[in-house]
């Protein structure tokens, strides 16, 4: 079995800024830089839930017994790229330096409840507190659905460590309206002590995804106790979830 424990090593480290972060980065998160001839890979700690898909389909450049765990010298700047992609809580990103194409901005928004997991979000996302303060701007994340994730609105893993069940399907299919959207942007507001409140245009899938729901609004559960997940049915409100 893999080890979960990645060490970057000495390697360089980035800090993103209490405002305005950069695309990619989350509002005060640390990432790694791995550097190699051609492309940067960076590496955040605190958003990588060990989904594997870098360790499945490149273990030469991403092998967590190594350290450090990243050496992008491994394998060409195009492949390191593509498989940087795939990660789905976007703790991966990469910079070109060789004219390389940048990572597309996806044509649509998608929504994905994974089994036993976290929502996985892919498309021009922004994620805002309730000030309209940007805490994020991405094109791949995951949300915490446990409710105990100590990096909420986004999934730390703690689903696993709490034994989280539940199967990802597709509750409520009210819950999700069509007022339309204002831009091609998928817009996360973090409700303080609520749900995560999804604005734009979007397609949300079960974790079989035999069962698909479009939209431009939907409230999703966060407190983990919902009884139509991964929708909000108000029951944080009984419970006295909180989101600090």
């Known amino acids: 079995m893999a080890n979960d424990n990645r060490d970057p090593g000495d390697t360089e480290t980035q800090v993103a800024p209490s405002s305005a972060p950069p695309p990619g980065l989350d509002r005060g998160d640390r990432v790694h830089a791995f ?7 960076t590496w955040s700690h605190r958003r990588c839930i060990h989904a594997a898909d870098c360790v499945m389909n490149l273990p030469t450049v ?35 330096g060789d004219g390389g194409a940048a990572e597309p901005i996806p044509a649509a928004n998608t929504i994905l409840v994974m089994r036993n997991g976290p929502t996985v979000l892919r498309g021009d996302i922004e994620v805002v507190d309730e000030s309209g303060d940007v805490k994020l ?3 791949r994340l995951a949300l915490c659905r446990c409710g105990l994730s100590q990096n909420k609105p986004l999934c730390d893993n703690a689903h696993r460590d709490a034994g989280f069940r539940e199967p990802g399907q597709l ?48 409230k999703l559960c966060r ?3 919902s009884g139509e997940k991964p929708f909000c049915d108000g029951t944080h409100k009984r419970i006295g979830f909180r989101s600090d």
């Open 35 to 41: 550097h190699a001839p051609g492309i940067t890979v």
């Open 62 to 96: 991403f092998d967590p017994g190594r350290r450090p765990w990243v050496d992008a010298t491994q394998a060409s700047p195009d492949s390191v790229a593509r498989v940087v992609m795939r990660c789905p809580t976007g703790a991966l990103h990469f910079e070109r």
């Open 137 to 139: 701007r991405d094109t």
């Open 171 to 218: 509750a409520g299919e009210a819950r999700v309206e069509d007022p339309g959207a204002a831009d091609a942007k998928l817009r996360v507001i973090a409700r303080t002590n609520g749900p995560n409140e999804i604005l734009g245009s979007f397609a949300i899938s079960s974790a079989d995804r035999k069962t698909m729901l479009a939209g431009t609004r939907t």
């Open 223 to 225: 407190c983990g106790q």
